[in-house]
């Protein structure tokens, strides 16, 4: 297990594959959601859903289950390597993924911050029906086009 860092040992997250939610969203869409995630935190419920003990969800408590629950059976039917005991690995693990928990983190988005906070900006304004979509994609280029000149890109 290797953590993905940059040079100054800071783990690069990128948050597209999480879940989101718009703003916007309607009340009943907001507490469906909610329901959702509360749905995905409950320690057997993340039993049929998750693929891998290595996902790092917030809640201490679900982490330790699913690693508690997931990674003996990993342990007897691929990790032949190991040669610990099921309780070692499980030790192991929680001991690794506490660290890299707790190492401060940047983005691995390859274009900078301030380019998503231009583009969502925009995209609101869009979906308020402040602008048309011709006078969108003509803020998207003049903003953009500014802040890479400003960045001598």
Sequence with gaps: MTPLVN?????????????????????????????????????????QIIASPLTHPTNRNVFYNDVQFLLPAMIREGFTWFTGTEEEGVDLVIAEMTAWGEMPMRSASLRPRVIDDIVAENMRMFHDGLLSAELTAQNLQN??????????R
């Design 143 to 152: 903003q953009i086009t500014l802040v890479l000149m400003e960045m001598e």
């Design 7 to 47: 040079d100054n040992r800071e783990v690069l997250v990128e948050a597209r594959f999480s879940y989101h939610l718009n703003a916007n969203a309607t009340p009943i869409e907001q507490a469906i959601a909610w329901d959702f995630l509360m749905f995905v935190m409950r320690a057997d419920n993340r039993r």
